[in-house]
């Protein structure tokens, strides 16, 4: 049962409640009681002395003011459920204390005048019984002292009186008190109830609200908290040009533990990668999972760069620690990308577009580390996107043009294939280099139109080429994963009338990583043309023995960094190695970056049979590379 005259204390749930319904009441219940007590000390002021009808009456009456004030001035918002324990329970002594001092000068004046004043005095009763009930009805406690008190003292009174008439009023008034105490207390226990109804449905919707914010995986803020937290410091710097970073967080090696080891690993790996992260929250960092292997983090007053820097690094390097399940060790990089309000951007996407931006070039330049975003990144971004807008008003036809490249069969001293390479020369922009064109092509979705374009200009060359010649041609990293554009490529070659195994389709290992599943589909699909298929740069990417074991490949290109170290014992035995690893596949191996004749030299003591490479030939315009091959084909005569 529930108890109605429990002691409040700070636990309790519904002290604020009751307190924010009581601050509504209560003032009007002293000026109740201040009118009341001017209108009976009026009816009694020529029958009573001036102590009773003015002094007395006049104390209470400045006490009702000054707490009505104080109730009105009250701010419940503002109190802990401490706090409004404390006021519930000063207000119920403070009940008692008024509940014996107002009936006391009640009951003495009603031993002046006659029936009349008598009678008010009763009515005084009766009102100030009824009107504390009302007002006192989210705090029964007070409510049952000042009816217990009230009314014990005047119904002692009426009895001793021995008038029939006023015994009878008494009990009237008691029993109309006790309906109304009956009422309040199941008013109040459906109070009690609505209060808890509504903390349970308030809990609910916090609840609901975290799991909204939170990832389940790692346990940490989702990508949604992330930019709601982002918009809101973004308003609140705005008003006052606060500082404030905003750093993205990507793991270098987590696709090559989940191709390894399988995505049951890879989440292990992220529930641990999460608590790491969440050790460097605070009130002025927030962390969060933007999703996959990338996480966010929003630093307020960051510091000068330096400082902001070291502390992102030492993220960069607590995420980057080994991390041992069983028998399997995993060890993913970390690299980082930061971006500070409001040099980088005022707005959210600016923000985050920079941010990601600084990830992309820590990825090229600095991995494992973390690069903030400079002036020198913004110019670059305004060139990209010159080069953007050029390129989306290019007549790409009349603009696109390829050079070839041979590669030299060493056996045999002739050209093996010849490798087309993409060439735009912009009226506007003049010779744009094809890692910036490519780079906006990509971005921009037309890379897809350019490859096809410049495939099928391939293909007429290629039908121009000696019969003992191949085509090599490139394809982007966003081609292999679209379906379309991949049956677009079979269509071009079959109606080029090309040999298919006359041609060699270069990959990348980003194209593989985008979706290595549809890139294995896509690959069978070209293989089963004919076509066959190379691995470009093999060795600078950590995951390239998983692909060149799991994919039909049927060539791999040596990066050329390789054969910049060739000459050293180290770059000798690395090269040695990937030869061998080719042979023992079945794979024919192409050495890229052949500068001199020394490196020709010792890449041919390693076995390596074809060549590429500005001491082979340099890229040239297609009329040029058939007027070089003549019946003569050594790599002497194609230097000249």
Known sequence: ?????RIHHAKDPTCISQLTELRKHIPTLYVLLSVNSCALAVTHYPLAPVLLTLGFPGV???????????????????????????????????????????????????????????????????????ACIFCLTHLPVAAFLVTGIVMGVFLFCCITSQNHVFLAIAVNTAFVTVVMMRVLANNFRAFVQLVASQAEADRLSDENARLAHTDSLTELPN????????GELIQASAGNDARFALAIFDLDRFKPVNDTYGHVVGDRVLAVIGPRLAAFANE???VSRLGGDEFGILVRNPGPPEEIIAFCDAICAALAKPIRFGNIQVVTGCSGGLAKYPRAGRDADALFDRADYALYHSKEHRRGKTILF????????????IVETALRTADLSAEMTLHYQPILDTDTGKIALVEGLARWTSPQLGRVSPDRFIAAAERCGLIHDITLLLLRKALADGTRLPPGIGLSFNLSAQDLTSPDTVLAILAAVRASGFDPHRLTLELTETALMRDFDQAKAAIRMLRALGIAVALDDFGTEYSSLGYVHSLPLDKVKIDRSFMAGIDTDLGCSLVSTILDLCRNLGLEGIAEGIETAEQLDAARRQGCRYMQGYFIAKPMPFEDLLRKLTPVEAADRLQA
């Open 1 to 5: 049962m529930l108890n109605l005259v």
């Open 223 to 230: 990508r949604r908290y992330f930019f709601q937290k982002l």
């Open 374 to 385: 400079s002036q020198e990144h913004e110019d670059a971004i305004r060139a990209e996107q």
């Open 60 to 130: 209470l009456v400045t006490v009702c003011v000054l707490r009505a004030v104080r109730w009105w001035r009250m701010r419940v918002d503002e109190m802990s459920q401490d706090q409004a324990a404390i006021q519930l329970r000063r207000t119920t002594a403070l009940t008692a204390v008024f509940s014996v001092a107002f009936v006391s000068w009640a009951m003495i004046l009603n031993g002046y005048g006659g029936p009349y004043e008598q009678g008010h005095v009763a009515i005084f009763v009766a009102i100030t019984v009824i």
């Open 284 to 286: 002025n960092v927030t």
